[in-house]
């Protein structure tokens, strides 16, 4: 039997958040989603509160991923400890407040979500994120396994899809904001794509005014990032997985608006 999991990109500022909470249920009902994972760590722009958090989740997420703004809002660290559905990255320092992994069961298949950080251009002074995976993958057994690589460098993305290629079930990368079209599936059988994009607004840069990003690469101040208001977008990728074998058969690119 086949489960569709959704992924979704980087959701930015209050008005990405509203957006999902317009969307996200209609799409999980359209396009029968078992499992949605929502990439989490800009709600608040720079980081989330836990208010968000649980907007997020009662919007229909399983799962909320961060990544580089993890602590963005300090009053988020307690939440980390106390809350199963929310993972910083795995690969954070071990004194870091959360949990990196965890493991869902849904009565029909448990699924293993991972949040990774990636280590290039990104100094978070993280493990090795390779090797933090392959410990991670010696440990409790699941169904299907899933991993969000926020990550920078596209080389660094496409290097851990091939290492992780028939060991996990899907990887994608998430940080960057802007969607790659290079969705497939490995040789071996794991789900891949460079990067779901954002869940924002559509008329900026990167969920930002673009004025002030323009100001910015002028040499000037920009001030403190603002989201703009206007028509959003949501984006992500819905991978198809194969209940017998744990591995990928599909998948597809949304983007919606």
């Known amino acids: 039997m086949d489960y569709h999991i959704l992924a979704v990109g980087d959701v930015v500022g209050e008005q990405g958040l509203a957006h999902l909470e317009r969307r996200l249920r209609p799409l999980q009902k359209?396009?029968?989603?078992?499992?949605?994972?929502?990439n989490g760590e800009n709600a608040a722009t720079v980081g989330l509160?836990?208010?968000?958090?649980?907007?997020i989740?009662?919007?229909?997420?399983?799962?909320?991923?961060?990544?580089?703004h993890t602590f963005g809002k300090p009053q988020i660290a307690d939440f980390l400890d106390d809350t199963p559905y929310i993972l910083r990255?795995?690969?954070?320092?071990?004194?870091?407040?959360?949990?990196?992994?965890?493991?869902?069961?849904?009565?029909?298949?448990?699924?293993?979500?991972v949040n990774l950080i990636g280590r290039c251009d990104l100094n978070f002074n993280a493990?090795?994120?390779?090797?933090?995976?392959?410990?991670?993958?010696?440990?409790?057994?699941a169904t299907f396994t899933l991993v969000d690589f926020h990550a920078e460098a596209t080389s660094e993305k496409l290097a851990m899809g091939y290492y992780?290629?028939?060991?996990?079930?899907?990887?994608?990368?998430?940080?960057?904001?802007?969607?790659?079209?290079?969705?497939?599936?490995?040789?071996k059988g794991t789900g891949y794509l460079t990067d779901l994009g954002m869940t924002g607004p559509v008329e900026s840069v990167l969920g930002i005014r673009p004025e002030q990003s323009?100001?910015?690469?002028l040499g000037g101040l920009p001030g403190r990032?603002?989201?703009?208001?206007?028509?959003?977008?949501?984006?992500?990728?819905?991978?198809?997985?194969?209940?017998?074998t744990g591995l990928c058969t599909g998948v597809e690119r949304i983007d919606i608006r």
């Not at 359209?30 to 929502?38: E, G, H, N, S, Y």
């Open 214 to 217: 323009v100001e910015m690469f």
């Open 89 to 113: 990255p795995a690969n954070f320092t071990g004194r870091a407040p959360g949990r990196g992994h965890g493991v869902y069961d849904l009565g029909a298949f448990r699924v293993r979500v």
């Open 49 to 55: 509160t836990p208010d968000q958090a649980r907007r």
């Open 30 to 38: 359209l396009k029968q989603i078992a499992f949605t994972v929502v």
């Open 127 to 141: 493990e090795n994120p390779f090797t933090t995976m392959d410990k991670l993958l010696a440990g409790e057994k």
């Open 164 to 187: 992780l290629d028939g060991r996990i079930s899907a990887l994608w990368g998430t940080h960057t904001h802007v969607p790659t079209a290079d969705e497939r599936v490995y040789p």
């Open 225 to 244: 990032y603002q989201v703009p208001d206007g028509p959003c977008k949501l984006q992500g990728a819905i991978f198809t997985l194969d209940n017998s």
């Open 57 to 68: 989740y009662d919007a229909g997420a399983d799962v909320i991923t961060l990544g580089n």
